[in-house]
């Protein structure tokens, strides 16, 4: 079965830039999405097809997606933005998501 | 307003069963896949399983650890997906969320822009 590779955590000093990796085999092939999730509430999708932002999301917000790395950006980080990321593919008919990373912002 | 909302959720011996509902507003239910996802205490995303529409077949997928255990299924007159639990067991437990894709964009590559705010199953003796 397809696994997706998340670090556990991440720290990012206020003002500076995050980078939450995902990786998977040839991921680069697939379509990215990331879901946030802050303590207590539903995730809510913050990037999709690799790089795309639904309405609402910040600007800052960012992502890439080549070889066997996907990547989630978050720049000029914030203290709202301290949550737990997942990334997410579907592989065959079924849904992947990484184990998850905790951001931290100093 | 695009909204889900699930019920259902309750306190359950070992070997039990549970009968979770996910009402759906603001969107054409009618053409969307509806899916399962679920979070043990402490822990990450788990996907359940998903039931395509009935325009595109109605086909369901389960994930393993559930398979053979679970039953999804919709009732589009009432725009609403279900997920029966059956033979539940302790790593059952779980907030259970239902999510899915509300654009036509989300809906092709497969990303959720709508989750339910989640119903908690426990399954204790």
């Known amino acids: 079965s397809y696994e997706l590779t998340q670090p556990l955590s991440v720290s990012v000093a206020l003002g500076q830039t995050a980078r939450i990796t995902c990786g998977g085999n040839?991921?680069?092939?697939?379509?990215v999405h990331w879901n946030q999730q802050k303590p207590g509430q539903a995730p809510i999708l913050v990037i999709y097809?690799?790089?795309d932002r639904p309405s609402g999301i910040p600007e800052r917000f960012s992502g890439s997606n080549s070889g066997n790395t996907a990547t989630l950006t978050i720049s000029r980080a914030q203290a709202g933005d301290e949550a737990d990321y997942y990334c997410?593919?579907?592989?065959?008919?079924?849904?992947?998501f990484g184990g998850g990373t905790k951001l931290t912002v100093l | 307003e695009v909204q889900l909302v699930e019920s259902g959720g309750a306190l359950v011996k070992p070997g039990g069963s549970l009968r979770l509902s996910c009402a759906a507003s603001?969107?054409?239910?009618?053409?969307?896949?509806m899916n399962w996802v679920r979070q043990a205490p402490g822990k990450g995303l788990e996907w359940v399983g998903r039931?395509?529409?009935?325009?595109?077949?109605?086909?369901?997928d389960y994930a393993a650890p559930v398979k053979g255990r679970s039953t999804i299924s919709r009732d589009d007159s009432k725009n609403t997906v279900y997920l029966q639990l059956n033979s539940l067991k302790t790593e059952d437990t779980a907030v259970y969320y239902c999510?899915?894709?509300?654009?036509?964009?989300?809906?092709?590559?497969?990303?959720?822009?709508?989750w339910g705010q989640g119903t908690v199953v426990t399954v204790s003796s």
């Open positions: 999510t899915t894709a509300s654009l036509r964009i989300t809906m092709i590559v497969g990303a959720f822009d709508i």
């Open positions: 603001g969107f054409t239910f009618t053409d969307a896949w």
């Open positions: 039931i395509k529409s009935e325009g595109d077949g109605g086909t369901i």
């Open positions: 040839n991921i680069g092939r697939k379509n």
């Open positions: 097809r690799d790089t």
């Open positions: 997410q593919v579907w592989d065959s008919s079924t849904v992947v």
